[in-house]
């Protein structure tokens, strides 16, 4: 595992393959392990960097740390590091935060924005009273390893949803700074938007439910949202066949269009 010093901390990350960078970003429930099922596919075509956030994996904040607060200029460092110029942005829940931010702010430098079951914490109305909506009627809780994938899949694979619990676990103790997490992208922020942007969302997702996910998806024209049946809060753990055929689609659509 390489890391480098950014933004005060050792940032840890991983690099796969060649050519075009396309670079994941995981959720509160991962790190970069939980990219496994991605790395092997896409490094045969591309350049594949995953990477801890910091407060998560290897990647340790410093004591009482900005966390989530750093995460786009965290990820502005790694690129720079490795002398990427622009990438493919894939997120997955919290790493919304960090890909959605980083498009809104370096636009030059995205290619392509995936949001898996994320909303990025847009600062929209819309996607906000969808959000309060869900929040008072949802009764789920627990451990966020148990929460992130639907419960047939534990019926259909007890030995990988058991893995996905035990990566999040591999985590440390979370810290979230005083006053929550920074809002997202406002509405204005995100009209001007020209990067081409998939959503993904479980049918099943008990964190992020296709109303909030379809909600999002409206606040960034020209956006596409795809609905996967059977699957909950992790799209790209339990259903990655679907997940990759489609990144891959929606990617190299991007650059059928460009080229056109």
Not at 79 to 95: C, I, K, P, R, T
């Amino acid at each position: 595992m390489s890391s480098a010093k950014i933004n005060g901390i050792d940032l840890h990350y991983q690099c796969y393959g060649e050519g075009e960078a396309i670079v994941f970003a995981h959720g509160a429930g991962g790190n970069l392990l939980s990219w496994w099922q991605q790395i092997p596919f896409f490094s045969q075509r591309y350049q594949c960097i995953t990477f801890d956030h910091r407060g998560f994996g290897h990647s340790l904040d410093v004591p009482e740390g900005p966390g989530a607060a750093k995460f786009v200029d965290d990820l502005r460092g790694l690129l720079d590091h490795l002398g990427v110029e622009s990438a493919h942005l894939v997120a997955q829940s919290m790493g919304g935060r960090t890909m959605l931010g980083f498009a809104v702010k370096y636009p030059d430098r995205v290619k392509t924005l995936v949001m898996a079951d994320t909303v990025g914490g847009m600062n929209v109305p819309e996607v906000v009273a969808e959000q309060r909506n869900w929040a008072a009627t949802n009764t789920a809780s627990g451990e966020i390893g148990f929460r992130a994938v639907s419960p047939l899949f534990v019926q259909r694979s007890p030995n990988l949803a058991n893995l996905y619990l035990q990566i999040s676990r591999t985590n440390p103790p979370r810290h979230t700074p005083p006053g929550g997490l920074p809002a997202g992208p406002g509405q204005e922020e995100l009209a001007g938007m020209k990067i081409p942007t998939l959503f993904f969302v479980g049918e099943d997702d008990q964190i992020s439910p296709p109303q909030v996910i379809a909600a999002g998806a409206k606040a960034i024209a020209g956006s596409k949202l795809l609905k996967v049946p059977e699957a909950g809060h992790s799209v790209y753990f339990e259903k990655p066949e679907i997940f990759n055929f489609e990144v891959l689609r929606f990617i190299e659509g991007a650059h059928a269009r460009n080229a056109a």
